[in-house]
Every structure is written in structure tokens, then in C-alpha cells.
């Protein structure tokens, strides 16, 4: 049986066409390079996070890589290598790694829509909104390791600490 009109046309929008609305009304910083590709510049709590979004079509497929403006000289990579083993162990969503090109951490996260319409506002501003989220949440523990000194579980705990009140 073939698809229904209604699912060729779901089908057939482009994911980014959404993310580009998205970001207009965010009001970020965003280009659209080609029609597979969209970058975005959120800024957030502790720096701009850059991300980056391709869509394969013939997959079904939307994938996000956000990129954390740091970088992680080699003589820190096992350090590093250790604390996103600790992060993505505590992960529900995606991952992280270093990028080994230039030593960028990056979270990482693919979309598979196979047999189902396009992913919606919602969907994407949920796929956004939690690769924010975890980017926020794990920039201190980065920052511990690579300019504190701190070892990859105190640095995890010192970022994780829930304040209560303010000073």
C-alpha cells in the first residue's frame, strides 16, 4: 500500500525549514549553508555553543552535533577521555566525545524518523532545548578538568552540585 497524500507531504518538509524558524524567533545567530545543513549560535549560560545540524533525507535521519567553545590540548586527552566516560554513563539522550580534528568536546545526537511524519516544532525544540541542557550542565566539569586540575569524578561532582538559595 502506498502513502497517503497527507504522508508525502509530512514527508517531503525539511526539518531545518522548522530549526531556521526556530532560531528567527529565538532570535540567534544562524546560517543555512545548504539545504541539508543549518548552524545555529545559542547563547547560553556559560558561553555561545554552536550547533550544527545535518538532515539525510534518504535516511530519515536528523543529525546534531553541538560543539562547546573549548578546546582539549593533547596532553589532557586522557583526563578528558575519562570524564566523558563518567558524563556519558549518566546520559538518557546522546553523548559526548572530542572532536579529534581540533580537540573540540561535542554532544552528539542522530533523530531517526523512519516510518513516521517529520519530526515537529515540539520534537525539535525538545532535541535543542536538551542538547542545551546537558552542554550547560557539563561545561563546569570540563573547565574543572582542563584549567582547574581537578581529577574527572571531582571535577563531575563539582559540577553537578545543586546550589539552594543565593549568597
Not at 532535541?127 to 552542554?135: F, K
Not at 550547560?136 to 586540575?149: E, K, M, N
Request: aromatic fraction near 8%; charged fraction near 25%.
Amino acid at each position: 500500500m502506498g502513502m497517503t497524500l497527507a504522508q508525502a507531504t509530512s514527508r517531503a518538509v525539511n526539518p531545518l525549514d522548522l530549526l531556521e524558524e526556530m532560531a528567527d524567533t529565538q532570535g540567534w545567530p544562524h546560517v543555512r549553508s545548504a539545504d541539508d545543513e543549518f548552524v545555529v549560535e545559542p547563547s547560553r549560560r556559560w558561553c555561545a555553543y554552536r550547533l550544527h545540524f545535518l538532515w539525510q533525507k534518504d535516511l530519515d535521519a536528523l543529525h546534531l552535533h553541538c560543539g562547546i567553545d573549548t578546546r582539549v590540548p593533547e596532553g589532557k586527552r586522557r583526563e578528558i577521555n575519562d570524564l566523558l566516560a563518567n558524563i556519558n554513563e549518566r546520559l538518557w539522550l546522546g553523548h559526548f566525545e572530542v572532536c579529534s580534528e581540533d580537540g573540540t568536546p561535542t554532544f552528539r545526537h542522530t533523530l531517526l524518523t523512519r516510518g513516521q511524519f517529520a519530526p515537529g516544532a515540539e520534537q525539535l525544540e525538545d532535541l535543542v532545548e536538551a542538547a542545551l541542557d546537558e552542554c550547560d550542565r557539563y561545561y563546569p566539569a570540563f573547565q574543572f578538568v582542563l584549567w582547574g586540575g581537578q581529577a574527572p569524578e571531582d571535577a563531575i561532582n563539582a559540577a553537578l552540585i545543586d546550589t539552594v538559595g543565593e549568597a
